[in-house]
């Protein structure tokens, strides 16, 4: 099997947007290819075959050199998105980058459970709701989350590695998708779960880049969270976290930020 991963883009360093890390300061690497083809996705340009020519092989040590050359040497929590990162050979690239003293967050939709799972430090699954027009395969979700509680086991007998902090990260645009979010919930009931208000821009394939902030989106942001809120509380399901996708927010759908 190549060791190649191919590569759609690394950028920042900018802030994650999205899901437990919501904030914090972090390089994306974005891998190319994805098995899924959501409606809304809002990185085609990393998911269709005719972007296929920009997404160019790298080893793991030009990815380090390239995240690290953005922030001046100094290590940074590296976020593996996509696509579906799963896809990719990344086993060298977590050794590489912990060794230079970086972290890593993995987002992946969980139809590709990888045993390198327990190697990152968190990982965010993201089953798609109806609204994408995808379908779950929730024995294979599991198995995602049982590769990250194998190695929780073995930390415990070995002392030396720590497991992932898992999260469960649903975007919820309806109801349909709000139910689709209870479900896993109680398939899941022990592992964290984020509840992240859609992105109302249009699923087109060009998408403007030249983004901005959006009032428009920002206003449709605030009301589905008051309206997420108001499904939680009504369920009383309080142990669930409610998020913007703060990257739209501030600069709508610009790519690279
Ligand atoms: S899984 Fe993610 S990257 Fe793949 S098509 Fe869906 S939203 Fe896009």
């Not at 953005?70 to 980058?97: C, F, K, R, V, Y």
């Not at 970086?102 to 993201?126: I, M, N, Y």
């Not at 022990?190 to 992240?196: C, E, G, N, R, S």
Request: with cysteine; hydrophobic share 40%.
């Amino acid at each position: 099997m190549s060791s190649r991963i191919l590569i759609s883009e690394i950028f920042g360093p900018t802030i994650q947007g999205e899901g437990s890390l919501i904030g914090r300061p972090t390089v994306f690497v974005r891998t190319g290819a994805c098995d899924f083809r959501c409606s809304w996705c809002d990185t085609l340009y990393a998911v269709l075959p005719e972007y296929k020519a920009a997404w160019t092989p790298h080893s793991a040590a030009e990815i380090l050199d390239k995240v690290l050359l953005l922030t001046n040497g100094q290590p940074i929590l590296i976020t593996l998105s996509g696509g579906n990162p799963a896809l990719q050979p990344l086993e060298a690239l977590l050794d590489l980058g912990h060794a230079h003293g970086c972290t890593f967050a993995l987002e992946t939709q969980g139809s590709v459970p990888k045993s390198w799972f327990a190697r990152l430090d968190h990982l965010v699954l993201s089953p798609k709701p109806p609204s994408s027009g995808m379908t779950t395969d929730w024995a294979t979700l599991r198995q995602c989350l049982d590769m990250a509680r194998v190695t929780e086991l073995q930390t415990a007998a070995q002392s030396t590695l720590c497991g992932p902090q898992t999260v469960i990260k649903i975007v919820v645009f309806d109801e349909d998708d709000y139910a689709f979010a209870r479900q896993a919930h109680r398939q899941f009931p022990d592992v964290p779960f984020v509840l992240q208000s859609g992105n109302s821009a249009p699923a087109q394939p060009h998408n403007d880049w030249s983004g901005g902030g959006d009032d428009s989106l920002a206003a449709m942001s605030s009301q589905r969270i008051e309206w997420l809120l108001e499904q939680v509380t009504r369920d009383g399901w309080f142990d669930a976290t409610i998020l913007p996708q703060l990257h739209v927010l501030l600069w709508g759908n610009k790519r690279g930020v």
